[in-house]
Nanobody, 125 residues
Framework: QVQLVESGGGLVQAGGSLRLSCAAS????????FGWFRQAPGKEREFVAA????????YYAGSVKGRFTISRDNAKNTVYLQMNSLKPEDTAVYYCAATTRLWASLLAAAEYDYWGQGTQVTVSS
C-alpha cells in the first residue's frame, strides 16, 4: 500500500508558478514510480508528467513540456511538480499517482494503483 497526500495548489495569475508536492508513505519508495494527472471540469483525467523509480527518466504531456518539471526526493518521500508559465488552461484538480508495476509506460491512468485526493490549481487570466 502507498498513501499519497498532495499539497501546494492554489490560485495564481497567468504566467506565474506553483510547486505541487506529493508526500508518500507506506512502502519503500525506490520501488515506486509516480505520475501527475489533472482533471478539469467536464473533462477526462489527463496525463501530465511521470517519473521512473530511479528518477532517471521523466515523461511529459506535450501541453506542459518545457513549462513543468517532475522530480522526486526519496529521502523526503516526496514527489514534486514545478509548474512555471502557467496558463488558464492549466486550471484543474491535480492528482498524484503511484505504481509498482515494473514495465508500465506511466502514461495511462489505468497503470496506477494508488491515488491522492487531489489539489486544486486555478490560473486566472
Amino acid at each position: 500500500q502507498v498513501q499519497l497526500v498532495e499539497s501546494g495548489g492554489g490560485l495564481v495569475q497567468a504566467g506565474g508558478s506553483l510547486r505541487l508536492s506529493c508526500a508518500a508513505s507506506g512502502r519503500t519508495l525506490s520501488d515506486v514510480a509516480f505520475g501527475w494527472f489533472r482533471q478539469a471540469p467536464g473533462k477526462e483525467r489527463e496525463f501530465v508528467a511521470a517519473i521512473r523509480r530511479s528518477g532517471g527518466s521523466t515523461y511529459y504531456a506535450g501541453s506542459v513540456k518545457g513549462r513543468f518539471t517532475i522530480s522526486r526526493d526519496n529521502a523526503k518521500n516526496t514527489v514534486y511538480l514545478q509548474m512555471n508559465s502557467l496558463k488558464p488552461e492549466d486550471t484543474a484538480v491535480y492528482y498524484c499517482a503511484a505504481t509498482t508495476r515494473l514495465w508500465a509506460s506511466l502514461l495511462a491512468a489505468a497503470e496506477y494503483d494508488y491515488w491522492g485526493q487531489g489539489t486544486q490549481v486555478t490560473v486566472s487570466s
